[in-house]
């Protein structure tokens, strides 16, 4: 249990980058400027310096998945929309903290809190949120997840309040009563379940577990590879950006990944069998030679295999004070013209079908609003709380 409450605190703090707010620090990589002209270039890092000093702000996100056209699917087209408006506020000790959290991942967050657990300490006790989330999907897909809960009805549409004040994490999970969730606000002591890890010096051992030597190679490269694919600067020779004007006179920068030029590199090459001497690939039962004999035509291939590829992002920055008013990323694949092809070479496999459309996507979109604006928010006053104690009564994991 002790393990799985640090991987939540520990994904509660990467969480800070959801919504866009940029908190710079000395390790942030400067923004990605391409061919942009210095005056561009120039209002994105001043963009990035002003996000720097936001303590408060407004945000309402949307994220977008949609599948279509797979078979096994309950619809022909699968959706779940996920929609969440949320207030943020910081004290002084929680943005410090934020700012030296931010631009690292999980391991390296995890190997600064093993030294200094302090930060996230302050960030959980000075951070305050006040948000609902939205979710909608497919009726059928929501009828899948009843049939798998034993017939206890699923909603296709639920709403979940969400507030974070004074260390305590609050959640009105009514929605869900039918699956036996209380009515009403309970309340977390998150805060208080924190000092109880960093006490019990549980982020010295987690770290020592995630050091590469202590790690198998198949864990130790997929750490290493997930490191690399949050680095946007081992991108840049592959993104373009392109900046144009926005409906309300703010700039937009449009920044969009060439995978079929990444896939065909010798640097994408040389991941994929560093990978493999590694053995990431051991349980598909390929081995490094299978995978580098293969390089050479997935290389040749990759601009018709990643024609329909989608990949990029974009920010909107408001070029009067500098902040981003918006943030968005996309990731579609229009999988038609591959499924042709594979038909066309008799390597379809026979439960799909060429003439059927068949794509999926994931975008997201984040508006920031009312920076620097005192944000009311405030503890449920007749929330149930949960003792610390309850989460520590089985033995720890």
């Given at each position: 249990?002790?393990?799985?409450?640090?991987?939540?605190?520990?994904?509660?703090?990467?969480?800070?980058?959801?919504?866009?707010?940029?908190?710079?620090?000395?390790?942030?990589?400067?923004?990605?400027?391409?061919?942009?002209?210095?005056?561009?270039?120039?209002?994105?890092?001043?963009?990035?310096?002003?996000?720097?000093?936001?303590?408060?702000?407004?945000?309402?996100?949307?994220?977008?998945?949609?599948?279509?056209?797979?078979?096994?699917?309950?619809?022909?087209?699968?959706?779940?929309?996920v929609g969440v408006d949320s207030s943020f506020a910081m004290d002084d000790a929680a943005m410090a903290a934020a700012q030296g959290l931010m631009g690292k991942d999980?391991?390296?967050?995890?190997?600064?809190?093993?030294?200094?657990?302090?930060?996230?300490?302050?960030?959980?006790?000075?951070?305050?949120?006040?948000?609902?989330?939205?979710?909608?999907?497919?009726?059928?897909?929501?009828?899948?997840?009843?049939?798998?809960?034993?017939?206890?009805?699923?909603?296709?549409?639920?709403?979940?309040?969400?507030?974070?004040?004074?260390?305590?994490?609050?959640?009105?999970?009514?929605?869900?009563?039918?699956?036996?969730?209380?009515?009403?606000?309970?309340?977390?002591?998150?805060?208080?379940?924190?000092?109880?890890?960093?006490?019990?010096?549980?982020?010295?051992?987690?770290?020592?577990?995630?050091?590469?030597?202590?790690?198998?190679?198949?864990?130790?490269?997929?750490?290493?590879?997930?490191?690399?694919?949050?680095?946007?600067?081992?991108?840049?020779?592959?993104?373009?950006?392109?900046?144009?004007?926005?409906?309300?006179?703010?700039?937009?920068?449009?920044?969009?990944?060439?995978?079929?030029?990444?896939?065909?590199?010798?640097?994408?090459?040389?991941?994929?069998?560093?990978?493999?001497?590694?053995?990431?690939?051991?349980?598909?039962?390929?081995?490094?030679?299978?995978?580098?004999?293969?390089?050479?035509?997935?290389?040749?291939?990759?601009?018709?295999?990643?024609?329909?590829?989608?990949?990029?992002?974009?920010?909107?920055?408001?070029?009067?004070?500098?902040?981003?008013?918006?943030?968005?990323?996309?990731?579609?694949?229009?999988?038609?013209?591959?499924?042709?092809?594979?038909?066309?070479?008799?390597?379809?496999?026979?439960?799909?079908?060429?003439?059927?459309?068949?794509?999926?996507?994931?975008?997201?979109?984040?508006?920031?609003?009312?920076?620097?604006?005192?944000?009311?928010?405030?503890?449920?006053?007749?929330?149930?709380?949960?003792?610390?104690?309850?989460?520590?009564?089985?033995?720890?994991?």
């Amino acid at each position: 249990m002790r393990s799985k409450m640090l991987g939540l605190l520990v994904v509660l703090a990467l969480l800070l980058g959801t919504f866009g707010t940029a908190f710079a620090q000395d390790e942030m990589p400067a923004p990605f400027c391409g061919n942009l002209s210095e005056e561009d270039c120039t209002l994105l890092k001043d963009a990035q310096a002003a996000m720097m000093e936001v303590s408060s702000y407004k945000a309402s996100a949307t994220y977008d998945a949609s599948v279509a056209g797979i078979p096994g699917l309950p619809a022909d087209e699968v959706n779940v929309n996920v929609g969440v408006d949320s207030s943020f506020a910081m004290d002084d000790a929680a943005m410090a903290a934020a700012q030296g959290l931010m631009g690292k991942d999980q391991q390296a967050v995890t190997a600064a809190l093993a030294e200094d657990a302090q930060p996230l300490v302050d960030l959980i006790n000075g951070w305050k949120v006040d948000g609902t989330i939205n979710v909608d999907m497919t009726p059928e897909l929501a009828d899948v997840f009843t049939a798998q809960a034993g017939g206890i009805p699923i909603p296709a549409s639920a709403a979940v309040g969400l507030i974070l004040a004074d260390g305590v994490l609050y959640a009105d999970l009514s929605a869900f009563a039918d699956l036996g969730a209380p009515e009403g606000w309970l309340g977390i002591p998150v805060g208080e379940l924190l000092q109880a890890q960093v006490d019990a010096g549980v982020f010295k051992t987690a770290a020592a577990q995630m050091d590469p030597k202590n790690l198998d190679p198949a864990t130790a490269a997929s750490l290493g590879l997930t490191s690399m694919l949050t680095n946007p600067q081992a991108f840049e020779k592959f993104m373009t950006v392109e900046k144009s004007e926005g409906a309300n006179g703010e700039a937009v920068f449009t920044t969009s990944l060439d995978v079929a030029s990444l896939v065909a590199s010798p640097e994408f090459a040389a991941m994929i069998k560093g990978l493999a001497d590694a053995g990431a690939f051991a349980e598909s039962g390929l081995t490094a030679a299978d995978i580098e004999a293969n390089l050479p035509m997935l290389g040749m291939m990759a601009p018709m295999i990643f024609a329909d590829l989608k990949i990029g992002s974009s920010v909107s920055v408001d070029p009067e004070n500098s902040y981003v008013t918006n943030s968005t990323s996309e990731f579609s694949w229009d999988l038609s013209g591959l499924l042709q092809m594979a038909a066309m070479s008799g390597q379809l496999p026979a439960e799909l079908d060429a003439s059927q459309p068949m794509s999926i996507s994931f975008t997201t979109s984040v508006d920031n609003s009312d920076f620097n604006v005192e944000q009311t928010i405030e503890a449920p006053a007749d929330a149930m709380m949960i003792p610390a104690e309850s989460f520590y009564a089985q033995p720890a994991q």
